[in-house]
T-cell receptor, first 113, second 115 residues
Framework: AQSVTQLGSHVSVSEGALVLLRCNYS??????LFWYVQYPNQGLQLLLK??????LVKGINGFEAEFKKSETSFHLTKPSAHMSDAAEHFC???????????FGKGTMLLVSP | DSGVTQTPKHLITATGQRVTLRCSPR?????VYWYQQSLDQGLQFLIQ???????AKGNILERFSAQQFPDLHSELNLSSLELGDSALYFC??????????????FGPGTRLTVL
């Protein structure tokens, strides 16, 4: 069975600082990988996804993530945090050939001025 | 706005009762997924329908059931409700059943409170 581990339930950064949210997965075969963001009282919105090809994936709002097979990781980064980035971020995986998602516990990104 | 609509937005009910949550997928999407988000369990996949047929089942309790109608809207039925069923229930939709490269678009959710 697949599982997703997000290190840190909360990450605090200052505005303009680097954002790094960690995600590791457990799967016998490299899965498809996703990052979703959830703003307060809203549904989830896709930030980016990795399926095949280039391991560095660029998403919306300046976020990017790199798939590292040897480390079974898919960490999310952004060079410069903005106040509007404050939200819950979820890493998710789906097994190749299947469309259902397995989510991590989520990391709340807090951005201070 | 993802294009996925869910009603009602909030639902407050008592233990032992039965409720129905409704979801309308994005225009053109044939797959509907239901997820439950709670503080202790996090976000969990419940069930998926594709064009009216059940396609995948996750951690869905026997007290819960779902269906997808010919117009592609879906309903999640929760019965014999317990306090622990209090959660945010999300519906998501995507274009087709297979190929996890399809993006799932999430609705705003229905917050269920069981008293």
């Amino acid at each position: 069975a697949q599982s997703v581990t997000q290190l840190g339930s909360h990450v605090s950064v200052s505005e303009g600082a680097l954002v790094l949210l960690r995600c590791n997965y457990s799967s016998s075969v490299p899965p498809y990988l996703f990052w979703y963001v959830q703003y307060p009282n809203q549904g989830l919105q896709l930030l980016l996804k990795y399926t095949t090809g280039a391991t560095l994936v660029k998403g919306i709002n300046g976020f990017e993530a790199e798939f590292k097979k040897s480390e079974t990781s898919f960490h999310l980064t952004k060079p410069s945090a903005h106040m509007s980035d404050a939200a819950e971020h979820f890493c998710a995986v789906s097994e190749r050939g299947y469309s259902t998602l397995t989510f991590g516990k989520g990391t709340m990104l807090l951005v201070s001025p | 706005d993802s294009g996925v609509t869910q009603t009602p937005k909030h639902l407050i009910t008592a233990t032992g009762q039965r409720v129905t949550l409704r979801c309308s997928p994005r225009s053109g999407d044939l797959s509907v997924y239901w997820y439950q988000q709670s503080l202790d369990q996090g976000l969990q996949f419940l069930i998926q329908y594709y064009n009216g047929e059940e396609r995948a089942k996750g951690n869905i309790l026997e007290r819960f059931s779902a269906q997808q109608f010919p117009d592609l809207h879906s309903e999640l039925n929760l019965s014999s409700l317990e306090l622990g069923d209090s959660a945010l229930y999300f519906c998501a939709s995507s274009v087709q059943t297979s190929g996890s490269i399809d993006t799932q678009y999430f609705g705003p959710g229905t917050r269920l409170t069981v008293l």
